[in-house]
């Protein structure tokens, strides 16, 4: 089995993407450790691609273009003058720069009749003869400059613990997603989320600040044995002061793990459509979401909650809630709730996590439209979760064998 722990700094626009590069090399020299490999991958938009697009789609909609023709007609245009000019893309700058970063490819959709707007360089596929210091004149362009939708440095193989698991790409997704929709397999798709492993990477997207971030991640696991990254994380913190982290478990079974744990699933199996019949039974989810903006606070109420049923609390990101409760084998209930900014509903989910396992034991939507309404529904949920722990908990918790005290559930 192969355990990854991963410290996610919400670096933002607080330490800029080309301070980042500088603060790895300390924290890896600080700490006597060697990245063994380098990777990148570089996104940006295809505008004359997109124009091209957008075009097409108006000639093949006559009632589209005759609206876009009546309340924004320069939008026309411009798409017009960006095909008959091509503007030299994101990534056309940067190898001009930076020639080693390799032929600059198209990413193709596993749509293909919308073609594809993306264009990307990457050693993650294909090596290049492109390393980190050749790059490095370059990290200020690849905030700005260039006009990039995306930049991933990856740091591979660390020597933590004096040991190297090497680096995994993660083609399993993809493999999925092609055997489900019937479309050929692609290793290229979602190319910037494949890596795994030791390493630190560095991310930068123009979605938001939310997606600029430091991730460090740590095999914990070496020939059975846990070791506590704590150290690691420790030194990084002191060398990103005032940013906040959240921390990541990603859990890998071997072959004939997988298949212990599949085993097990089929025997659970009627305990969880059980579980989930007694909870459904007890609550009454609303039939649509509001749809106008309801004004509420979700935290105070849960925190409360939490605290009163024994669950521990945490806030993720904007109208996201994580609750955990531990079970005496190392299994755990975990309580997630979510709401968007405008509360057209809030969603709570129960789902029974533990090593390598994760059922989701319920999901009901409700439709508060003030305090008063949220409180009432978040008492009827945890009234609810609480007759359930006392009827099946225990049940629960014996289905598996006990999960190690280092593992902990993902909000």
């Known amino acids: 089995m192969r355990a990854i722990r991963s410290f996610v700094f919400e670096t933002a626009n607080k330490i800029t993407f080309s301070q980042l590069p500088e603060i790895v090399r300390r924290f890896l020299a600080e700490q006597r450790l060697s990245a063994n490999v380098f990777l990148y991958y570089l996104e940006c938009y295809d505008k004359t691609e997109h124009a091209i697009r957008f075009l097409k789609s108006l000639d093949n909609n006559p009632r589209i273009k005759e609206f876009i023709l009546r309340t924004s007609p320069e939008t026309i245009e411009e798409n017009r003058k960006i095909v008959e000019n091509p503007p030299k893309t994101a990534l056309a700058r940067a190898v001009t720069d930076c020639p080693k970063l390799g032929a600059v490819k198209t990413y193709t959709p596993f749509d293909e009749q919308y073609g594809s707007d993306h264009l990307y360089v990457s050693n993650i596929i294909e090596p290049t003869e492109c390393t980190e210091a050749d790059m490095q004149p370059f990290f200020k362009r690849m905030e700005r400059t260039y006009g990039l939708s995306e930049a991933v440095l990856y740091y591979c193989d660390v020597d933590f613990f004096g040991k190297v698991i090497p680096y995994v790409r993660d083609l399993a997704p993809v493999q999925q997603r092609s055997e489900a929709l019937g479309y050929p397999f692609d290793e290229a798709e979602t190319l910037d989320l494949q890596p795994y492993g030791s390493m630190v990477c560095i991310t930068r997207s123009v979605a938001g600040p939310r997606w600029n971030d430091l991730t460090l991640s740590v095999d914990i696991l070496h020939d059975g044995t846990y070791y506590d990254p704590s150290p690691y994380y420790e030194a990084m913190k002191a060398l990103l002061p005032g940013i906040k982290s959240r921390t990541l478990l990603r859990v890998i079974p071997n072959d004939k793990e997988q298949a212990a744990i599949e085993a097990s699933n089929a025997e659970a199996a009627p305990l969880i459509a059980e579980c989930s019949a007694f909870l459904s039974a007890r609550l009454s989810p609303a039939d649509r979401q509001t749809m106008h903006q309801c004004n509420y606070s979700l935290a105070p109420k849960l925190k409360k909650l939490a605290k009163n049923a024994g669950y521990s609390y945490s806030f993720v990101w904007s ?93």
């Open 319 to 411: 109208g996201v809630f994580g609750m955990n409760k531990r079970l005496p084998r190392g299994h755990y209930l975990s309580i997630l709730v979510t709401s968007g900014q405008s509360h057209y509903d809030t969603t709570f989910h129960l789902n029974f996590d533990g090593l390598g396992f994760s059922h989701a034991l319920t999901e009901v939507m409700f439709a508060p439209t003030d305090q008063s309404e949220f409180d009432a529904c978040a008492d009827a949920f945890f009234a609810a979760v609480r007759a359930f722990e006392t009827g099946f908990a225990s049940k629960l918790d014996c289905l598996y064998d006990p999960t190690p005290a280092w593992f902990f559930p993902n909000d």
